[in-house]
């Protein structure tokens, strides 16, 4: 009995102390942090609103197709999520909040994440992906190949270290034409201005998003041989250069740049096309050339653990299929797997034969207007897709010319100064637009336009080259890897 009335005086006194009045009760701790989440709270709501009205702006629906065709859902090993975000970046800007990639994140919060990004450095990390564009876009579409994506170029790719700045001094290459050796002594920088048709090395222009690059050799005409030779026991003294009738750089000088650019990319798969050797003309004496040219292509590392152009090029063994269907046969998926990026065409005439290059004459076809009149070289470039469509839908590949129009295809887009007007801008100083860069500028602002006409009409556009490619506005490279994402036809909007 006195056990109960203890207990119930207990209880009693538990009763009247909670009854006791609420201002007499400590502050609650609980309710500080309360306030501070609520406030974290609605900073968040406040950044989401800004963040989804950013995210329908046109640059940001531009950024989000450029770098992934618009797929939130993405993973590559460039980056992940629609703005193709590294997880670097990912876990600065508060992603990982989310989750734990971007491509695993809703729509919203990859919006979010991207324009918290935008605020702290603007567009510059929401451009396209020009370095790796190739693994990014075709990741989801392996079995697609060189001649069905479309391939940014460049023409007289080598030609960037001819020096245009006076006093100027061009050194002609060996069997240039008597009007380009002439010229060079009368108007040395006018001869330059003519010739020099990019402003960036081969390297840049890889990293600027070109695959295609316009390879020229010669020899310096006062480093020519003056009787024919066995082959060199240092290929790499031999004095090949690239050049466009002038000298820019030695050849080895621009395959480092290459294989540099191919060894930090091994995704992205370059074309490299020897489109001219202008040697001699003496075939005794060129036989020397030629096997070195061979030689340095199987020997020469940009670093010395490093593969050579022929260690890092397609090889007949590994494509397994005749020059002829090398463009359409080959799924870019595996060149991938092979380890492989290079794709070198070479001319059949002269050169030794060897696996580690396709003649060009079997795998790519590149007419040229030869025009200096911007509508004649759109003109006569729509003229060139209307026969080839004809002869893709007809299955009738080769004219009577011998021309394929079912390989690689070039649309050649860059202007030619006549042959008048070359006179009056050289020889007698008189004219407009006398040199490249001022040609190039008549025109490339246009051909983005022409890219995505083309390309939405179902023209069966592939590689496209210009000169000074990086002066164009709205930019060629960046609206062809936009439309590479179109045309890979498996990215949602």
Not at 207 to 226: E, H, T
Request: one cysteine or more.
């Amino acid at each position: 009995m006195i056990s109960r009335i203890l207990v119930g005086t207990v209880t009693a006194g538990l009763v009247i102390a909670v009854a006791a009045p609420s201002f007499a009760q400590p502050a609650d701790p609980p309710q500080t942090q309360t306030s501070a989440e609520t406030a974290q709270a609605s900073n968040k709501s406040k950044q989401m609103k800004k963040a989804q009205k950013w995210a329908r702006k046109s640059k940001a629906l531009d950024a989000r197709i450029c770098r992934s065709g618009n797929y939130p859902a993405l993973k590559t090993s460039v980056g992940s999520g629609a703005y193709l975000m590294t997880q670097q970046r990912w876990q600065k800007f508060g992603g990982t909040a989310f989750a734990a990639r971007p491509n695993k994140a809703s729509r919203r919060d990859q919006n979010l994440v991207a324009w918290r990004m935008f605020k702290s450095s603007g567009w510059n990390n929401l451009g396209c992906p020009r370095a790796d564009w190739m693994r990014a876009a075709y990741q989801r579409a392996k079995s697609t190949s060189l001649g069905e994506m479309l391939i940014p170029g460049t023409h007289d790719s080598g030609s960037s270290l001819i020096d245009t700045d006076p006093p100027c001094a061009p050194q002609v290459i060996a069997g240039i034409s008597a009007v380009f050796a002439q010229a060079a002594q009368v108007n040395p920088c006018g001869a330059a201005d003519e010739a020099r048709a990019q402003e960036e090395n081969l390297g840049d222009q890889l990293r600027g998003g070109v695959r295609y690059l316009d390879i020229r050799v010669g020899v310096p005409a006062n480093q020519v041989i003056d009787s024919p030779r066995p082959p060199a026991p240092d290929p790499l003294s031999v004095p090949l250069v690239l050049h466009h009738n002038y000298v820019s750089q030695s050849l080895t000088k621009g395959l480092r740049q290459v294989l540099k650019y191919t060894a930090a990319h091994p995704a992205e798969q370059v074309i490299l096309d020897f489109q001219h050797l202008d040697l001699t003309g003496n075939q005794a004496i060129d036989e020397y050339y030629y096997q070195a040219l061979l030689d340095i292509l199987m020997e020469f590392q940009a670093e010395d653990s490093g593969p050579t152009v022929c260690e890092a090029a397609w090889t007949r063994d590994i494509v397994g299929l005749p020059d002829g269907e090398v463009a359409m046969g080959v799924p870019v998926g595996d060149m991938w797997q092979s380890g492989r990026s290079l794709l070198v065409l070479m001319p059949e005439t002269g050169m030794p034969q060897d696996d580690c290059y396709f003649s060009r004459e079997l795998v790519i076809h590149s007419p040229w207007p030869n025009t200096d009149v911007p509508q004649a070289s759109k003109d006569a470039n729509d003229g060139y897709l209307a026969e080839r469509t004809q002869r893709l839908d007809g299955d009738q590949c080769v004219d009577a010319s011998g021309n394929d129009w079912c390989v690689l295809f070039v649309n050649q887009l860059q202007l030619t100064p006549s042959a008048v007007n070359y006179a009056n801008c050289v020889f007698n100083k008189v004219g407009d637009n006398c040199s490249l860069h001022a040609l190039a500028r008549l025109v490339n602002d246009k051909v983005a336009g022409y890219m995505t006409d083309w390309t939405t009409s179902g023209e069966p556009t592939n590689i496209e080259i210009i000169d000074y490619y990086e002066d164009s506005d709205p930019s060629v490279a960046d609206q062809m890897i936009r439309l590479n994402w179109q045309r890979t036809g498996q990215w949602p909007r």
